[in-house]
């Protein structure tokens, strides 16, 4: 009996043992089962027995030490990654802008506007006059921040328009009268035509000012060039403003001439590149930073921040940033098509498909053609009831076209084509492309490669300056 007890024991250290032993203070005692049978061998199998649980209860202890450790870490872990460690100081400086930094970032989370983010701004939107420059991308899911924020009773005062207007609705470059929200009553100022930089009268019965407006990442997409006159005007009236920051679809690269000075105009005012790789947070840091708006005047700024992007994260904006640039495909191929806004060629505005073609009458050896025609954000557009002749690339995936980036190859194909060469480029080529060499080296049949090197040393120096302002990753 004590030899099949033994082999048990080796086998299994755990049998019914409750059958054989009594565990009292952490002793063995001996059962009636062994008290009524003596066995020389007795003392010394005990000794082992007692051995073999010890170590087996160390054996437990550490597996269980094991078990609640990795358990703990998975929760730590979770609570760190799902923590908005953001946090909104009640003092502004002018000198560095105030931000409230995202959580950390992983792919899978879905990207969170600024606007979103209401538990960081709406504190220090507590008694104050309030006004929005905003347009129809401004919304928190599918509600406008005007409504959102007013059945929040924040206090808005006026609301500023920017080109195509407070709905988004205008042609580019239309005229856009002042007027009142017929849904809410409350005023609407355009910041568009000969009142782009809102003036003294208006912002004196307001404390500060929320900028939410969806960017595209071109300097000619003039969204940011209301930012650089709003963060001007408050600047000089003492006013804050806030940034509620968006991704920035082109924000994954930077390239193109960097404008000079001289051919500054609203469709590029400041010493960036074409793409300029920021978002409207970022670039209204740089704005203070180096102290570009007028008079080297700060802007008392506050940048909520969006969490769980970075710039290279693919972003599609939920609304139409502008009525002729309707998706992605268009989104990525305005940097390079809009410079044919400076010459005789359609890029497609009045059509189905705007910013996805280019064509012209005389461009027949294209196979593809279209035909312009009134419709709504293009009331007149160009070659209107003209068949143009040209190149679409509905056909290209998103991926593709963000892929492509940056081109001048279009421009330098057309123009090599265009039978009038003298009445290819216009004055407003000089404003897009902000400088007077790129004409030339068109012109002097430079081929791309070329030029893109003369332009090169500039966009070094700023991708340096770019790096001091940036809020998210690259």
Request: net charge positive.
């Amino acid at each position: 009996m004590t030899a099949i007890l033994a082999i048990n024991l080796e086998k299994d250290p755990f049998p019914d043992i409750t059958n054989l032993f009594a565990i009292k203070n952490g002793n063995l005692k001996k059962s009636n089962y062994f008290a009524q049978r003596k066995n020389r061998n007795f003392g010394i199998k005990m000794g082992l027995l007692k051995y073999k649980i010890r170590k087996m209860r160390k054996f437990v202890v550490l597996v269980a030490a094991v078990l609640c450790f990795t358990q703990c870490k998975a929760q730590i872990k979770g609570v760190v990654e799902n923590a908005d460690r953001a946090s909104v100081q009640e003092h502004i400086s002018t000198d560095t802008p105030t931000t409230v930094a995202p959580k950390p970032i992983f792919a899978n989370l879905p990207i969170v506007t600024g606007a979103q983010r209401t538990k960081e701004y709406l504190p220090l939107l507590t008694n104050k006059r309030v006004a929005l420059v905003v347009n129809q991308t401004s919304i928190i899911d599918k509600t406008h921040l005007v409504d959102s924020l007013l059945s929040l009773h924040v206090n808005i005062v006026k609301i500023f328009g920017p080109e195509h207007g407070f709905r988004g609705n205008a042609d580019a470059g239309a005229h856009i009268d002042n007027g009142k929200d017929p849904k809410t009553g409350l005023p609407v100022i355009s910041l568009y035509g000969d009142n782009k930089k809102p003036t003294a009268e208006q912002l004196k019965d307001i404390d500060l000012l929320i900028f939410d407006i969806q960017d595209v990442g071109a300097r000619f997409y003039t969204y940011i060039s209301t930012l650089h006159y709003v963060m001007e005007a408050a600047a000089e009236n003492e006013k804050q403003v806030i940034v509620l920051d968006r991704p920035n679809p082109n924000g994954h690269y930077v390239d193109g001439p960097v404008l000079h000075p001289e051919n500054a105009s609203f469709v590029g005012m400041d010493k960036i590149p074409v793409v300029h790789g920021l978002t409207v947070a970022e670039y209204a840091q740089m704005l203070n930073g180096e102290k570009w708006l007028k008079n080297g005047v700060q802007c008392n700024l506050v940048a909520i921040q969006c969490l769980n992007y970075d710039h290279q994260k693919p972003y599609a904006p939920p609304i139409p940033p502008s009525p002729n640039l309707r998706d992605l495909q268009a989104i990525y191929l305005y940097p390079s098509l809009c410079l044919f806004e400076g010459t005789p060629i359609s890029v497609g505005r009045g059509t189905d498909f705007p910013f996805k073609v280019f064509g012209h009458p005389t461009l027949n050896k294209y196979p593809f053609s279209f035909t312009p025609s009134p419709k709504p954000g293009a009331n007149n557009p160009l070659l209107n009831g003209q068949r143009c002749y040209g190149v679409s690339f509905a056909e290209k995936t998103p991926e593709e076209l963000r892929n492509t980036g940056f081109t001048l190859k279009y421009l330098i194909e057309v123009y090599q084509q265009f039978p009038t060469k003298v009445a290819f480029f216009n004055n407003f080529f000089t404003n897009l492309i902000g400088n007077t060499e790129t004409k030339n080296q068109i012109i002097g049949g430079l081929t791309e490669e070329m030029i893109r090197k003369s332009w090169q040393e500039d966009l070094e120096a700023y991708k340096v300056i770019r790096r001091k302002y940036l809020l998210y990753p690259e």
